[in-house]
């Protein structure tokens, strides 16, 4: 897995910067800047990946999950998924919408979100 995370950063940069040459555009009234997508979609997939880091710790190292709200469905991939998508779903709209009414709320949001998650990731690779 410490082999396979060069790879996977380079991908999760790699997928925002190829969208953004896209020749498709979508054109919405107020659309935010490249920057703010970005971190959007860095928080989502963070999110996504401290969730795969969180099932191969518990399955392959014997650790367990600290959150108590998120240990009793551990057991039930499907819920864990459903949960989490409906996380970034939440995430992707509230700050979408706090974007309109104050861009640093947002950022700052976004931000804290990508930090905090780094540093999940960060503590089961270590725990490996």
């Not at 963070?46 to 399955?59: A, E, G, H, K």
């Not at 804290?112 to 540093?119: A, C, G, L, M």
Request: contains cysteine; aromatic residues 18%; glycine residues 4%.
């Amino acid at each position: 897995m410490k082999k396979l995370l060069p790879v996977l950063l380079i991908l999760f940069f790699a997928i925002p910067v190829s969208g953004e040459q896209s020749k498709l555009k979508l054109s919405f009234a107020d659309e935010p800047k490249a920057s703010f997508q970005f971190l959007q979609f860095s928080s989502c997939a963070l999110i996504c990946f401290d969730t795969i880091c969180t099932y191969n710790s518990v399955w392959n190292y014997g650790c367990g999950e600290l959150n108590p709200y998120l240990r009793g469905f551990l057991d039930y991939p499907e819920a864990v998924f459903l949960l989490h998508t409906t996380m970034n779903l939440g995430l992707v709209w509230f700050s979408s919408a706090l974007y309109k009414k104050s861009k640093v709320l947002a950022y700052t949001l976004l931000i804290t979100v990508n930090v905090i998650k780094i540093y999940f990731i960060y503590d089961h690779i270590k725990d490996w």
